[in-house]
């Protein structure tokens, strides 16, 4: 059981990594889903009918988020040590949200810029989510591939959150078959594309209220209702598991399981003394000892039984070594690869 929980503390934590994906990635798809139509949104307020003076309100707006961010990025990460991460990481998400909520409805230039600084003072992610990666890859060697996954996201939200902003924008006039005349949509023509993102930051919200799980150190053992509701709701829809091997077992005393479980024996381990709790073996034929007993006292039963074994052992540890030697595809094939070739792939 240590070497098995050993064995899980070394692995690479890919659902923490894809729970901190799901998270990160709403942020590029509100940042750049404003860029294809903030010329026109600009323009439909008429404030000036100068196009370098509209291409400047439009620089205003696109920074504004970007300039909160950054303003507000060192007090979230205080309160990040004071409260946790998962917090302060989710009212981020919820900020990011809200802010394209109000910008869809905004009618003039003041209400605009307001909703892109509302959504930088709320969102703080940009430390926290660094400090969050670094806690939860506790081995040096998986630090470079879990830090290359974030940029990996941003990368893919910059995508999406682009060509969503650009086909979604003034549908009216895009969609007439769909959307008509009249409707919220022709009032506030650049109101579809930012409830599709307040969708993907509800559904980024949702992820990691019931499946991120707090990092930092002092508030890790705190209860976490949201994740406890996470993993009922995994329970519920998983497929109960197949009865183990173990379950054969059940004859044997609570007292020797408990002895199976803590003590790990050596390879070539004998006693001559009798356990007390275990029943003895009577699979071999009447008057043999059982296969699996060795005695310090020499005897050609026990040599012929000795000698079996050493070639038993030799084959498996010739097999052991064909194996270690053979090549896998696979371990030239890593994640990391695959995301380097997908994602070069999409910027190609």
Not at 117 to 123: D, F, S
């Amino acid at each position: 059981m240590a070497h098995s929980s050993g064995h899980r503390s070394q692995a690479f934590p890919i659902r923490q990594m894809i729970v901190l994906g799901l998270c990160r990635i709403c942020e590029p798809i509100a940042f750049m889903s404003i860029f294809p139509y903030i010329y026109y949104m600009i323009e439909s307020f008429h404030i000036t009918s100068n196009n370098k003076q509209i291409a400047l309100y439009a620089g205003l707006v696109t920074s504004a988020f970007a300039l909160a961010e950054c303003l507000a990025g060192p007090v979230w990460g205080r309160l990040s040590d004071k409260y946790g991460r998962k917090p302060i990481l989710l009212t981020g998400i919820a900020g990011t949200g809200l802010s394209m909520l109000v910008f869809g409805f905004a009618r003039d230039l003041p209400t605009a810029l307001i909703a892109r600084a509302l959504g930088g003072m709320l969102n703080g992610n940009i430390g926290v989510l660094q400090t969050t990666v670094a806690e939860v890859i506790t081995v040096e060697a998986h630090q470079a591939r879990a830090y290359a996954i974030m940029p990996f996201v941003w990368c893919l939200g910059s995508i999406i959150g682009s060509a969503m902003g650009g086909a979604l924008a003034d549908p009216v006039h895009n969609y007439p078959g769909i959307f008509s005349e009249g409707t919220v949509f022709d009032r506030f023509p650049y109101l579809l594309t930012n409830l599709v993102c307040a969708a993907v930051v509800a559904f980024s919200l949702t992820v990691g209220l019931l499946f991120l799980e707090e990092t930092h150190e002092d508030k890790r053992e705190r209860r976490d209702i949201g994740r406890e509701l996470g993993c009922w709701l995994l329970n519920r829809f998983r497929r109960a598991p197949a009865t183990p091997l173990t379950a054969y077992k059940s004859e044997y005393t609570e007292e020797s399981l408990t002895l199976m479980a803590e003590f790990d024996l050596p390879p070539h381990y004998s006693s001559t003394a009798s356990s007390p709790t275990l029943p003895p073996t009577l699979s071999g034929p009447a008057g043999l000892p059982p296969p699996a007993y060795q005695s310090i006292e020499g005897s050609p039963r026990n040599s012929e039984a000795g000698a079996l074994s050493c070639d038993v052992e030799a084959a498996l540890l010739d097999a052991q070594h064909q194996a270690k030697l053979a090549p896998a595809i696979s371990s030239a094939f890593t994640r990391q690869v695959i995301y380097n070739i997908v994602g070069f792939g999409i910027l190609a």
